[in-house]
């Protein structure tokens, strides 16, 4: 008997879902914040991905495969969030971005800019990878990419940050 089906015979259904959430909040609140970079817009992120995990809580299939479920939730809301940031872009954050661009490092920027230049699929890999020092056999459950598939985005990933930095 699996660990979720143990929880399910002494709390009810929502109770589960609380104690899972628990344990991958900072998970989730990491890969938000490394894909959006402030505090508000990654918390906004997870509180949308938790919300979006809890409607479609039925539609998931494997009960072992949580974690990468809900990371997947979570990159989605981060990726949508980017893509609104694109077509909106107000002018008191221009101000507010130059002035906290002002404060970085010069190499932080340069990381910063040749990660957004980068395709989203080596993006997500190198970002799993390095800031979230996730397995490759994690990230391809993640993904719901093969191993290799996974391998090679990394490779090609690097060697596109290589040639940007």
């Given at each position: 008997m699996n660990r979720i089906s143990m929880l399910?015979?002494?709390?009810?259904?929502?109770?589960?879902?609380?104690?899972?959430?628990?344990?991958?909040?900072?998970?989730?609140?990491?890969?938000?914040?490394?894909?959006?970079?402030?505090?508000?817009?990654?918390?906004?992120?997870?509180?949308?991905?938790?919300?979006?995990?809890?409607?479609?809580?039925?539609?998931?299939?494997?009960?072992?495969?949580v974690r990468p479920w809900l990371i997947r939730i979570t990159i989605n809301c981060c990726m949508d969030e980017l893509r609104r940031r694109k077509r909106v872009f107000p002018a008191e954050k221009v101000k507010e971005e130059a002035a906290a661009r002002e404060m970085q490092s010069n190499e932080r920027m340069d990381l910063e800019r040749a990660m957004e230049r980068m395709k989203p699929k080596y993006r997500h890999v190198i970002i799993l990878r390095f800031y979230q020092d996730m397995t490759m056999a994690e990230i391809a459950s993640v993904l719901k990419k093969p191993e290799g598939t996974v391998k090679t985005w990394l490779r090609e990933g690097l060697k596109q940050l290589r040639a940007y930095l």
């Open positions: 399910r015979q002494e709390l009810g259904e929502e109770d589960i879902f609380q104690r899972l959430l628990a344990e991958e909040q900072r998970t989730l609140y990491a890969i938000a914040l490394s894909y959006l970079r402030t505090e508000a817009d990654a918390l906004e992120a997870v509180q949308e991905a938790v919300c979006k995990a809890w409607t479609k809580r039925h539609k998931l299939k494997d009960q072992q495969s």
